[in-house]
């Protein structure tokens, strides 16, 4: 697996563009010469070789490139600490990793000029209605270079219908960031267990919708860049918005 977008922007946005160690700018400035040059590097705190630094059996294979898994170092540290893996733990690295992110997450509160991070939508991106979902393998398509996933449904009447959306839901929450990175025949067999789910709600008369969305992420310290969103709603048979 490769470390996807969505990791990356959260990682360098909350490091603030430093080094967690040695705090070092990691974009260096154009010269009169030559374009900028990107001196950072997004290290893996558990390696997912079982030769590589920290490495961790019992750490689940899915999280290796998750943003959680990483720390943002300049390419000096980033040797350093793998190199002396025993003194560099991960623990260590993950305490060095909120410590840095907590002082830069201070530093921006402190500037009153910093307008704050928000999500906004663009009217001409927001889908005019919601596409009918039949199978997992739609799900997983639409989850795809998504950043985040929006969902909704409709009001629930018994324990069995909110059981029954809930771990539909859950489902599509806990593989759908993933999608692009699942190897072909996880995706598959994910693919056929979602389609049973959608099977199973239809039996109980819902039906799954869903669209995809590009909203704005602004300001922070990444400025302004596209948030791709999917919209899965789960919405009765009878419900004439749809």
């Given at each position: 697996?490769?470390?996807t977008?969505?990791?990356?922007k959260?990682?360098?946005?909350?490091s603030?563009?430093?080094?967690?160690?040695?705090?070092?700018?990691?974009?260096?400035d154009t010269?009169?010469?030559?374009?900028?040059?990107?001196?950072?590097?997004?290290?893996h705190?558990?390696s997912g070789r079982?030769t590589?630094p920290?490495?961790?059996?019992?750490?689940?294979k899915?999280?290796?490139?998750?943003?959680?898994?990483l720390?943002?170092l300049?390419?000096?540290?980033?040797k350093?600490?793998d190199?002396?893996?025993?003194t560099?733990t991960?623990?260590?690295?993950?305490?060095?990793?909120?410590?840095?992110?907590n002082?830069?997450?201070?530093?921006?509160?402190?500037?009153?000029?910093?307008?704050s991070?928000?999500?906004r939508?663009i009217?001409e991106?927001i889908?005019?209605c919601?596409?009918r979902?039949?199978?997992g393998?739609?799900?997983?398509?639409?989850?795809?270079?998504?950043?985040?996933?929006?969902?909704?449904?409709?009001?629930?009447?018994s324990?069995?219908?909110?059981?029954?959306?809930?771990?539909?839901l859950?489902?599509?929450?806990?593989?759908?960031?993933?999608?692009?990175?699942?190897e072909p025949?996880?995706?598959?067999?994910i693919?056929f267990?979602?389609?049973?789910?959608?099977r199973?709600?239809?039996?109980?008369?819902?039906?799954?919708?869903?669209a995809?969305?590009?909203?704005?992420?602004?300001?922070?310290v990444?400025?302004r860049?596209?948030?791709?969103?999917?919209i899965i709603h789960?919405?009765?048979?009878?419900?004439?918005?749809?």
């Amino acid at each position: 697996m490769t470390i996807t977008d969505k990791p990356r922007k959260i990682l360098w946005g909350r490091s603030g563009n430093r080094c967690a160690i040695c705090k070092q700018e990691l974009v260096i400035d154009t010269t009169c010469s030559d374009d900028e040059s990107v001196v950072g590097e997004e290290c893996h705190i558990i390696s997912g070789r079982p030769t590589g630094p920290r490495y961790d059996p019992t750490f689940p294979k899915e999280q290796i490139d998750s943003y959680e898994n990483l720390i943002l170092l300049c390419r000096v540290h980033h040797k350093m600490v793998d190199d002396q893996h025993e003194t560099y733990t991960a623990d260590f690295l993950r305490q060095t990793k909120a410590n840095h992110e907590n002082r830069v997450s201070e530093k921006l509160d402190d500037d009153l000029t910093r307008r704050s991070v928000r999500l906004r939508r663009i009217k001409e991106n927001i889908p005019s209605c919601l596409l009918r979902i039949t199978s997992g393998k739609q799900l997983l398509n639409l989850a795809d270079d998504s950043y985040e996933l929006s969902f909704d449904h409709d009001e629930l009447d018994s324990q069995e219908e909110v059981e029954l959306v809930g771990r539909f839901l859950q489902t599509v929450r806990d593989w759908g960031d993933l999608g692009p990175d699942l190897e072909p025949s996880d995706r598959v067999r994910i693919g056929f267990e979602l389609t049973e789910y959608i099977r199973e709600l239809e039996d109980v008369d819902f039906l799954v919708f869903g669209a995809r969305e590009v909203q704005v992420l602004e300001a922070g310290v990444g400025g302004r860049s596209d948030w791709p969103v999917a919209i899965i709603h789960v919405l009765r048979k009878t419900n004439k918005s749809r």
